[in-house]
């Protein structure tokens, strides 16, 4: 075996130590964690962390992380007891809204195989008989939720990579990160040097600094967070129970910002509601060599005037505490982020440098499995996209944005939450060119990545009045109504018969150029992209284990040059990071990799009236390109690229120029489609068209879970290329010999809308889940895709879990539109096949 690299871990909390383990476990042995306070209690979050873990979140990957810390907790033991006590969880609801959000909460579990029950007031109080029942209108009960014993769990880490041979140095803080060629190759500390070709910062709220260190923006925000602890009750005192012992479930009360666990005959209770108040981490000054539970960096002294809403709350919800009172109050520091997902993931720059910040116990071993295995086999067996610090755009790093949207993301932590509802601040950071006229036209808009973008535009609500019966939407329940708007199905329309232009601007485009460029992309992509040099291709980047990183669009300008087309800024770190190894290795065959999506812009024109929009403009070149073809050439003496794809499977252009002449191209393009009935179109008309015609979204519908023959997307793996990053993975593998594959479904009543994330139930089990949902306009029936086992066959009857109710839906074959079929696809029988024909 080669020789283990050697590494060093800045931080010894609950996340160092389980990278530490976790790379111990895969055979490395060179390992030093580095320490600024003492190894008995470090002073950081976990030190002073309630240790409540919900493992049901939103985000699949959060789940997955929380499910693995849950039984990594368990496994680990001290004179017979373990490291998590799993008295389980209960969240109980006390309005209607709430009621409703534990239905749909519960929906993620079954989604991501967590077992929760629904349960009513006499239940809850049943398993919970200290509630105040006139409170209380049911709850969700989660059996393998409870507490994590994390300064217990750390020390047996310690004990445990100690015996496998990790140093561990404490009261010893790093000064700086050493590093030479673009790779570290130490830290260095008041003691002296450490030798490293890895760094891994676990540093908490401390990690901004340190990543400053490295001119590395960590997007995340020290906040502190009260937490009290009354004094004694008779009502929890039971015989020989320890002082931080727990007997009841763990207990969220979110309508109030509140959360309860038991410490021994104490209540111990964790308050979101106050105000934020933000922290900067280098003005707590050195660890002091003494830490203990009431002094720690991380323990702030406590506000009591912040307090009292949540008393008086907590004495409403739990009746015993009006006899009660506190004892004892803090006000403890945690990590929040502007999306409230951790950062993990490595220095773009800086080879060897890797983050894992913004970690909260419930995710902790999680994390470091994750990261582990990114490090040791080249990738995580679980996504990675929800919290690699590669997905902010620049401007979302600025320090503005991350205090307020981190601050934003604390006082929202327990809201409920619309996975349609648009963020309200900060605004208007970044606007196409096309911006001052889509205002024009009523756009109403979304934010997303920092983009201002259209989701629909009121200036098409005269045409409601036009639309034909078998178009008109139908009406939706209140809550798949929110942020929604009939006029998406006029766009819907007028894209699908007449013409329409869409802003893909927000997508990114890069310039990948060099001697080294050609043989770079053919490597990273599935596809021969050299094989037609007068057509655009099509292909995905996947990980070595055949998981999708992503899917891409390359046009060849000149040989030595070409236009990519990413959909997430994971993408462009990746092909830059690869680029600059490349070149390193060979600096004759160098490239380089430029994000020229700000200078740049995009209109989509589509719609079966498109080519005579472009006849019109007298743009031959355009008008006459082939499926997939590509040209640099002038509209109205404008330069543009026009590449002949579409996402909605119309017939139409994806027509780039630059930012200075974006706004006359918007003109020009709208005056002459108004002869044919242009429209500009948003988001919603987009999302539902590109479902209907089989357009796969990278970051919901395919992952690096997921393989191309499992997404329906095996026709991009060229079989035949060699070389390329995953070709191994793939070798030998179909479409149907998938075990789960992507399916389209169709809901049966025509009217049940759903959003995403549902569990869908196939012969009476939770067999997957919905990755993306829409209304197709041009079938007039909602339409959701999921991951199902592979046996399922077209035409068989499933449901979709929707707050508790069971909705059915049928498989059905793609692409769901004929028309669509007819105009951009070729008449092929095999359903895999028609996704590519429908996006080029």
């Not at 430029?594 to 472009?614: E, H, K």
Request: net charge negative; aromatic share 8%.
């Amino acid at each position: 075996m080669a020789p283990s690299p050697r590494v060093v871990i800045i931080g010894a909390g609950i996340v160092g130590t389980n990278v530490a383990d976790e790379l111990v476990s895969r055979g490395w042995d060179d390992i030093t964690v580095v320490e600024q306070g003492p190894l008995n209690m470090p002073g950081g979050s976990t030190s002073h962390a309630p240790g409540l873990v919900f493992q049901t979140n939103s985000s699949k990957t959060m789940s997955e992380f929380a499910k693995y810390t849950v039984s990594k907790l368990l496994s680990l033991e001290q004179d017979g007891q373990s490291c998590f006590n799993q008295v389980g969880g209960l969240e109980v609801a006390t309005t209607p809204e709430r009621l409703e959000e534990l239905k749909r909460k519960r929906g993620w579990a079954q989604s991501w195989k967590i077992e929760t029950h629904l349960l009513t007031t006499d239940e809850c109080l049943e398993l919970y008989p200290l509630l105040d029942r006139d409170s209380v209108l049911g709850g969700l009960h989660i059996p393998s939720d409870g507490l994590a014993l994390a300064a217990r769990a750390v020390q047996l880490l310690i004990a445990r990579t100690t015996e496998a041979g990790v140093r561990y140095l404490d009261l010893t803080p790093v000064t700086n990160i050493e590093r030479s060629d673009g790779k570290v190759t130490g830290v260095t500390t008041p003691n002296g040097s450490i030798p490293a070709d890895i760094v891994i910062s676990c540093a908490g709220f401390w990690g901004v600094e340190i990543g400053a260190m490295v001119g590395l923006p960590i997007p995340l925000l020290p906040l502190a967070h009260q937490y009290v602890k009354t004094g004694s009750l008779q009502a929890l005192a039971t015989p020989n129970k320890p002082a931080n012992g727990a007997d009841l479930p763990i207990l969220r009360h979110q309508d109030q910002d509140l959360y309860y666990r038991e410490h021994g005959d104490r209540y111990g209770i964790g308050y979101y509601g106050h105000r934020p108040m933000p922290v900067v981490a280098a003005s707590l000054g050195r660890t002091p060599t003494h830490v203990d539970e009431k002094h720690m960096p991380s323990r702030l002294d406590f506000t009591a005037e912040d307090f009292k809403p949540a008393w008086e709350a907590s004495k409403k919800l739990l009746p015993v505490l009006r006899e009660a009172e506190i004892t004892d109050g803090f006000n403890g520091i945690f990590s929040f982020t502007p999306d409230g997902g951790p950062i993990v993931g490595q220095h773009p720059t800086l080879d060897g440098f890797y983050v894992a910040e913004a970690v909260w116990v419930t995710h902790s071993a999680g994390v470091a499995k994750a990261l582990a295995e990114l490090l040791t086999t080249g990738r995580s067996e679980v996504d990675l996209a929800d919290c690699d610090l590669a997905r902010f755009e620049e401007v979302q790093l600025a320090p503005a944005y991350v205090s307020e949207t981190s601050q934003q993301n604390f006082v929202e932590v327990y809201d409920i939450l619309h996975p349609m509802q648009p963020r309200e601040s900060p605004r208007n950071l970044r606007v196409s060119p096309f911006h001052a006229r889509q205002q024009e036209l009523g756009a109403v808009f979304v934010e997303s990545r920092a983009w201002e973008r259209p989701q629909w535009f009121e200036a098409n609500a005269e045409l409601l009045q036009d639309l034909p019966a078998q178009w008109r939407p139908v009406s939706r329940d209140v809550w798949s109504a929110r942020f929604h708007s009939p006029i998406s199905a006029v766009e819907a329309w007028k894209t699908r018969t007449a013409v329409a232009m869409y802003d893909m601007t927000p997508l990114k485009r890069l310039e990948v150029f060099g001697p080294g460029a050609a043989n770079l992309l053919q490597r990273l992509t599935t596809s021969d992209i050299l094989k037609h040099p007068d057509q655009a291709t099509y292909t995905l980047m996947l990980d070595n284990g055949g998981g999708i990183l992503g899917d891409v669009i390359v046009a060849r300008l000149e040989p030595d040059s070409f236009h990519v087309g990413v959909f997430s800024p994971t993408a462009l770190d990746y092909i830059s990071r690869t680029a600059r190894k490349h070149s390193k290795r060979n600096p004759n065959q160098w490239t380089q990799v430029r994000d020229i999506t700000g200078a740049t812009c995009s209109i989509g024109l589509w719609g079966p009236l498109a080519p005579s929009v472009m006849q019109a403009l007298q743009a031959p070149d355009i008008a006459n390109l082939p499926h997939h073809g590509f040209c640099k050439t002038f509209i109205a003496g404008i330069p543009v690229l026009a590449i002949r794809l579409s996402h909605v499977g119309e017939l139409g252009w994806e027509i780039y120029t630059s930012a200075e002449f974006g706004l006359r191209l918007w003109d020009v393009l709208w005056a002459a489609g108004q002869a044919y009935g242009v429209v500009a179109a948003g988001r919603a008309a987009l999302n539902a068209l590109r479902m209907e015609t089989g357009f796969r979204d990278w970051g919901a519908d395919m992952t690096s879970e997921h393989g191309a023959y499992e997404a329906g997307l095996g026709q991009l793996v060229d079989s035949g290329k060699e070389g390329c990053v995953g070709e191994a993975a793939v070798k030998g593998r179909s479409e149907g010999g998938a075990l789960r594959r992507l399916r389209t479904l169709t809901v049966d009543d025509g009217r049940s809308v759903v959003l995403g994330k549902e569990p869908v139930f196939y012969d009476g089990r939770a067999a997957g889940y919905v990755t993306s949902a829409a209304f197709a306009y041009t079938i007039r029936k909602p339409i959701a895709y999921a991951y199902l086992p592979g046996e399922v066959l077209d035409g068989e009857a499933v449901e979709i879990e929707y707050f508790g109710r069971r909705i059915r839906a049928t498989v059905t074959d793609e692409p769901l539109s004929n028309v669509s079929a007819r105009r951009e696809r070729p008449q092929v029988s095999s359903r895999a096949v028609e996704h590519v024909r429908a996006r080029l």
